[in-house]
C-alpha cells in the first residue's frame, strides 16, 4: 500500500501549541495530545503564525521580470552538482524554504536525485502559484507549507538537505533562519543557499565609481547614466552597513543584503556547522567579465544603453589580470552558493 493511503502516519511537524507530535491521515493533520490541527488550503498547509506577514514582492509580476520559466531544470541540476561533489548519491528529503513560485520546487521534482520534498512559503499567493507550475504530486513526493522560514515547526535532525534560493537575503534576520535550518537538518546532512555575494560586487562598485568619475571630468554624462553607475559605486557600502545597523529600519526593503564570504563563514561556526564552502558552477567567465556583466545588467534593468562601457574595456581587462588565479576569485561569481555542511 503507497504511503499517502495509510490511515496515519508520524509526520515530522511538532504541534506548535503544545510540542506534542503532529500526525497526519488522508484527510488531514492533528495533535496527538491537544488536538490542534492546522488549516489547510488548495492542499497547502498553513502554519503561518502571523498570517498578515506576507513577501513584498509583486507575485504576478515576479516569474517574467526573473525568466523563472527558462531556469528550472538547470538550476536544480547545480544543486544536484554541489551535493554530489559533497559525495551525495541522492536525497532522501529535503525542506525547501523561500520557494516563490516553484523555480527551484519544479526542478528538484523532476530530478530522481531528490526523493521527497517539502516545499514552503511565506505568501500564499507564491505557493498557489507553485502548485500551478508543479502540477499535482503524491503526498510522498510534494508537501507544500505556509510558514516562516524564522520560526519553523519541524522535529529537530528532520532533513537531509535544507535548501533556499534567492531567500537569505530577504529575510532581516538571516542568521535565526540559519539556526532554524542548522536544527532542522539530519547530523551530515547539508544546507545550500544561492545568493548575492559581496566579495564580487565591490569590484562593479569599484569600477562604476572610476568610470563615473571619468565621464563627470569628461562632461558627457546624462541622470539616467549617472543615476545607474551613483547606485552600483554605492551599493556595497549600503549593503555592507544593512549587515551592520539596526534591521528593523529594513522592514520595507525588498533586497537586503549582499553577503561577504567571510560573514557566512564565521556564522557558520558560530552557529555549529562542521564546514563551510562558497561555490559557483557559472565561473567560465573571468572576474572582469563577471563584473562588466553585472553592470551591464543594471544598465538594462533601467532601459539605458550601455554601449559606452567599451571605452573602459582596459579597467575590466586589468580586473581580471590583478586579481585572477592567484586570489581564486574565478571560483566565485556575482550570485554563489553556501553550502553548510552539519
Ligand atoms: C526572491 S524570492 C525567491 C523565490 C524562489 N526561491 C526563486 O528562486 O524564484 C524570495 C521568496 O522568499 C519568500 N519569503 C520572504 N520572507 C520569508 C520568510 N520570512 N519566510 C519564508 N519565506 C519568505 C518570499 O515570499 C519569496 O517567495
Not at 488536538?35 to 509583486?58: C, H, N
Not at 592567484?326 to 553548510?340: A, E, G, R
Request: aromatic share 10%; hydrophobic share 40%; net charge negative.
Amino acid at each position: 500500500m503507497a504511503k499517502s493511503m495509510k490511515p496515519f502516519s508520524s509526520s515530522l511537524l511538532v504541534c506548535p501549541k503544545c510540542s506534542s507530535a503532529v500526525t497526519s491521515a488522508s484527510e488531514g493533520m492533528a495533535c496527538r495530545a491537544c488536538s490542534w490541527s492546522p488549516e489547510i488550503i488548495d492542499g497547502i498547509v498553513d502554519l503561518r503564525e502571523d498570517k498578515t506577514f506576507d513577501t513584498l514582492l509583486d507575485v504576478n509580476a515576479y516569474d517574467e521580470a526573473h525568466n523563472i520559466q527558462a531556469q528550472t531544470a538547470a538550476l536544480a541540476n547545480v544543486y544536484e552538482r554541489i551535493l554530489r561533489e559533497k559525495g551525495c548519491a541522492s536525497v532522501a528529503n529535503v525542506f525547501e524554504i523561500g520557494a516563490g513560485s516553484g523555480n527551484l520546487t519544479h526542478g528538484l521534482l523532476n530530478s530522481p536525485f531528490f526523493c521527497e520534498i517539502h516545499t514552503s512559503d511565506i505568501s500564499l499567493n507564491f505557493m498557489k502559484l507553485l502548485k500551478k507550475r508543479v502540477g499535482a504530486h503524491s503526498p510522498d513526493k510534494l508537501s507544500c507549507y505556509l510558514l516562516n522560514a524564522n520560526n519553523n515547526p519541524f522535529r529537530t535532525a528532520s532533513f537531509d538537505l535544507v535548501l533556499g534560493h534567492s531567500i537569505l537575503h530577504h529575510l532581516e534576520q538571516f542568521e535565526t533562519t540559519l539556526e532554524e535550518s542548522f536544527r532542522v537538518t539530519k547530523p551530515g546532512g547539508f544546507c545550500v543557499f544561492g545568493e548575492p555575494v559581496l566579495d564580487v560586487h565591490v569590484f562593479s562598485g569599484l569600477i562604476a565609481s572610476i568610470i563615473l568619475h571619468m565621464e563627470q571630468a569628461r562632461g558627457t554624462l546624462d541622470r539616467p547614466r549617472r543615476m545607474a553607475l551613483t547606485a552600483l559605486a554605492n551599493r556595497p557600502q549600503i549593503k555592507r552597513d544593512h549587515l551592520e545597523s539596526d534591521r528593523t529600519d529594513l522592514r520595507e526593503i525588498e533586497d537586503k543584503f549582499i553577503f561577504p564570504i567571510n560573514y557566512m563563514r564565521e556564522l557558520s561556526s558560530s552557529i555549529g556547522f562542521k564546514s563551510f564552502d562558497c561555490t559557483s558552477f557559472d565561473s567560465q567567465l573571468s572576474l572582469g567579465e563577471h563584473t562588466l556583466r553585472l553592470i551591464k545588467h543594471v544598465f538594462n534593468q533601467i532601459k539605458t544603453n550601455a554601449d559606452f562601457l567599451s571605452d573602459y574595456a582596459f579597467l575590466f581587462e586589468k580586473l581580471t589580470v590583478n586579481y585572477g588565479e592567484p586570489m581564486k576569485m574565478n571560483d566565485i561569481t556575482p550570485f554563489s552558493y553556501f553550502v553548510f555542511s552539519k
